[in-house]
Structure formats: C-alpha cells, structure tokens
C-alpha cells in the first residue's frame, strides 16, 4: 500500500491522533478501516487515471470534511456505559482533556484587554467559557470522588491498575493540575470573599501541580528506552 | 442538529443499507461503497471518512448491518491492507422495506408529517 503524498499522511495522522487514547480495540479497528479504504481510494484513483496530486486531493478533502462526524464518533465512544464508569473511576482523563481546552481560552481572555484590543468585546465571552469550562471540571471531580466511594467503583479500574507507578502519578498530577486551573478560574472575578480566597489559593495549587507533573515526566523524557517516551496525559 | 425519533433512519443510513443489500451476501467494504454512494447520488465527491464510517458504526450498533473483517491471507495474496466487509442483517433488511414502504424522513426535533 502506498500512503504517499500530502492526503494519506494528513488522513492516516488524524485517525491516529483521534484514536490516541482511544480503546485498543476500537483504536485498531477504526486505524484498519481508514488505512483500507485511503489504500482503497488511490488503487481506485490510479485505474481511473487521475494524478497522484489530485488523488492526494480527493483523500485529503474526504478526512478533513469528515472530521467534525469523527469527533462525535469519540464523544460517542467516551460516553458509551462501561467508559462513563471507567471516567468515573479514572477522572484524570476527562480532566486532562478539560484542562486542555479551558487553559487556552483562559490565556486568551488575560491577553484579550492588552494585547488585542479589536477582540475586547469578545472577552466577557471568552470569561464565560472559561468559568463554564472550570465549573465542569469541578462537577466531573466532585462525580468521580463519590462514584468512588460506591461498592461497583472498583471493578472498573482494572486498566488504570495495569499502569506504571509513574503513570499512576503523572495521572494524577494532571488531573490535580486541571483541577487547580479550574478552581483559580471560577474564582478569579467573584465577590464572594470565599470564592475569591479559593482561587487565589487554587493558583499555588496550579504551580505546584505543574511543577509535579514536570518532576514526574522528566524521567520519562530523559530515558533511552522508547516505550517509556509517552506522554499519559491522564490515560 | 437534527434529532431523530428512535428508529428512524436518517437519509444517508437509508441510502447505505439500500446500497449493501444490493450488493447481496459477498459484502462490500468501505471506500466501494462510497463510490457506489456517490454514483447512485450523481455527485463527483465521495462521502468523507467519518460520516461514513460513524453511520457504518451506528448501524452495525443497531443491528441493521453485519460485518466482517476479510481473511487475512487473501489480502496478503492481493498485496493490500485488510478489507472490512458489511453485508445487510435481517433487521436491517426489514427496516430497509419498512422505511421505503413509509417513506420516513429525517425527524428535525417536530413530529413527522
């Protein structure tokens, strides 16, 4: 199989990374059937004399108009019962994955008054966002912390027992971090003098989190054996 | 969004169990019935990866389609990645005649007509 030219690189790169954290067996099957059918779709493409570029093209146009129906393929998969259990159990997933989302949009809304200033009226949106965004952190950590005191809860963290001590640590690093960032955000404008005292506390809490996270990936990074150079981010 | 009332086949659903039971008990895969999909429809773009591939998904979930990963070794023989084939069970086959019986259409969060 060729996977040659721009459009099966960029095709075959984006159902890896959308099937990333993925469940193997799912990840396996989806990276299979796309691998089939870009092969598939060039073989189609050569016979019907089409160039290599405009075949290229045609892969591309087709994983990049098809990616707003893959990512509610994931959501899907995330929100399936035995997962939504799993996510319970092992919270550090969703809340890495918050985290990743809110952080950006937060940095935006500092730099949004000084930096941009054409954006300005854009930025009690982006506030808006933030504090939803930290909000639901809080509730998934808030769920995850009483889903685990019920009796079913340890039945579904086998996959999390299977991980390195190390992982176990940077997963909770993570989550730590996401939960922190969280409670700083929803704090930051409030007049409430508890919430206000909360984020101003929650903010040690972002850089002692970060700085943990760091001291934990640090020997993953330095170390010459490849399998151990993965990044978890709460998996 | 579009909502649809539970049972109910959206367009596109309906146009790929139409075009796998076509096919028959041999099944098709993937990309083969994109191009059949695009012919049948006289559009020059093929359906993207993830639609096609989320509706396959939602209908094998359902039980209206089966599939079937090909023997290993006739793709090995044929020098090409493995062919995932789907072929129309029973109760694809029935909501397939139902719904061109009753002609359902895509339920946009009213009650149908």
Sequence with gaps: MTSKGLGPR???????????????????ERRAEITSDVYEQLQSAATAGLTPRAASLSVAGRSLRGMPADLAWRLHLELHPARRRWHLTCASTVLTFLFIVMAPINLLADLTPTRFPKLLPADAALWAI??????????????????????????????????SLDARLRRRASAALSIAWAASAVGRFSAHPLLTRMSDAAWVGVGMALAGYLLLLLPTLLTRHPSRRVLTLGR | M?????????????????????????????????????????????????????????LRARGLLMAEWEDADDAVAARRPRRRLYRISPDGAVALREAQLTGHKLWLGEAPA
Excluded: C, M
């Design chain 2, 2 to 58: 579009a909502f649809r009332k539970a049972g109910t086949l959206l367009p596109l659903e309906r146009e790929i169990l139409d075009a796998v039971a076509g096919i028959g008990a041999h099944g098709i895969h993937g990309f083969a019935l994109a191009e059949k999909l695009a012919g049948e429809r006289s559009k020059r773009s093929l359906t993207s990866h993830g639609t096609l591939y989320k509706s396959l998904d939602r």
């Design chain 1, 130 to 163: 933030t504090t939803l965004l930290g909000w639901t952190v809080l509730a998934v950590a808030a769920a995850a912390a009483v889903y685990r005191l019920l009796p079913s809860a340890g039945r579904d963290n086998a996959g999390v027992l299977g991980l």
């Design chain 1, 10 to 28: 960029v095709a075959l790169a984006w159902v890896r990374l959308l099937t990333a954290t993925a469940p193997t067996e799912w990840a396996a």
